[in-house]
């Protein structure tokens, strides 16, 4: 059996998508492509359980995160001597993101110890507040773009983020678009017959208002003032937000809006078939993975167009989410307002568009494959 280290800054239960994606990559490729994983991540998080993946908590000082917002756990040295051993006993290695400190390391202890490397890169650009955003930058610019450069296989989630590196790097042989899958066993149509509105009640929300959905960490990027300046704008319409992390959205105390701590996935799944529309205002990301899920459970999203950029949904699919709405929320409620006043078959109709997509286009078990292949060095 092939022994694979996988790296990642945290584990899932810290809320990130980047975890998730790593969680559902690994459980298949140890399940079905014949590796044994031995995953690294921060100890601020309990680790999962999952059958053929070995947790291994690295001891990490979180400060930054604290301080800032910005996920960036700095692993102890001890944490790293741990991590050189792991590396070496290992056939390869998988890193999520080659900007953190972690995935550094494990990608110079790859090529040190002539092992195969393979990153999946999740994010390019991020709006940060100065100096973060100059230091993030730099970061991308001197140690992710080598660590890309030099591993054996690079999976961008987005095609947005290729484009980013290859701006830095040039359009390199071992760059490829491979997007992010979702697990239709959860996230699915619930195929009962009842309508929103009826599915609304079920979770005590008002059946005859709209329901506006926000899925994310509460942090910088997600522009939740966006969400907040909307919600106030229009008292007849419901919010369910759904995260936690630095912003409060719980402070903003308004009777519209009700704030929820992260689900299980079954959870979330019942909330998407119950909404109206996901809304996310947020910029530097490379495509949400809470898009994905609430597009396979027939949820349309409101997106900006650099979320959208990450990904091939067509524009009929989405709506769009106007760069104005950063400045003037009220286009974002005007967009918002556009879409509430479709007839109900055109609304059911992008429903069940965004089901069909889903289900052609994104596949864990296709994602799964191909790193194994990298993996293992069957593919280039």
């Known amino acids: 059996m092939r022994r694979a280290v996988l790296v990642t800054h945290y584990y899932p239960a810290h809320g990130g998508g980047v ?92 090529r040190r110890f002539g092992r195969r490397l393979v990153v999946t890169q999740h994010i390019a650009d991020v709006p940060l507040k100065i100096p973060l955003q100059w230091i993030l930058a730099s970061a991308n610019r001197l140690a992710a773009r080598q660590v890309l450069a030099h591993a054996d296989a690079v999976a961008f989630i987005s095609p947005a983020v290729q484009r980013y590196f290859e701006d830095l790097s040039g359009a390199l042989p071992q760059y490829h678009y491979v997007a992010n899958g979702v697990d239709v066993d959860i996230f699915q149509p619930a195929g009962d017959g009842r309508t929103p509105a009826e599915r609304r009640e079920v979770l005590g929300f008002d059946p005859s208002r709209p329901l506006l959905l926000f899925v994310g960490r509460f942090v910088p990027k997600k522009r939740l003032p966006i969400v907040r300046a909307i919600a106030a704008m229009r008292p007849d319409w419901q919010w369910c937000v759904v995260g936690h992390g630095v912003e409060r959205p719980r402070d903003w105390r308004l009777p519209n809006v009700t704030v929820l701590e992260p689900m299980p996935q079954t959870d979330l799944a019942a909330l998407y078939r119950a909404a109206d529309l996901l809304v996310l205002p947020s910029e530097g990301e490379g495509f949400p993975l809470v898009v994905q899920e609430a597009m396979a459970c027939g949820l349309p999203a409101c997106i900006t167009d650099a979320v959208a950029a990450g990904s091939t949904v067509p524009p009929a699919l989405r709506t769009p989410l106007p760069s104005a709405v950063l400045r003037a929320p009220e286009a974002g409620a005007q967009a918002i307002a556009d879409w509430l006043a479709l007839a109900n078959s055109v609304r059911l109709a992008q429903r069940a568009a965004c089901v069909a997509f889903a289900a052609r286009e994104w596949s864990w078990d296709r994602s799964a494959r191909r790193h194994a292949e990298w993996l293992r060095g069957d593919a280039a």
Do not use: K
Request: one cysteine or more; charged letters at 20%; hydrophobic letters at 45%.
């Open 19 to 110: 975890e998730r994606v790593a969680e559902q990559l690994a459980h298949r490729i140890a399940r079905d492509e014949g590796f044994s994983i031995t995953w690294c991540a921060s100890d601020s998080d309990p680790p999962p359980i999952l059958p053929g993946v070995h947790c291994v908590p690295m001891r990490a000082l979180n400060l930054i995160e604290r301080m800032s917002g910005f996920p960036y756990p700095l692993w102890t040295p001890h944490a790293l001597q741990r991590l050189a051993r792991l590396v070496r006993e290992a056939d390869a290695v998988h890193v999520h993101d080659g900007i953190y400190a972690g995935s550094l390391a494990a990608a110079a202890l790859a």
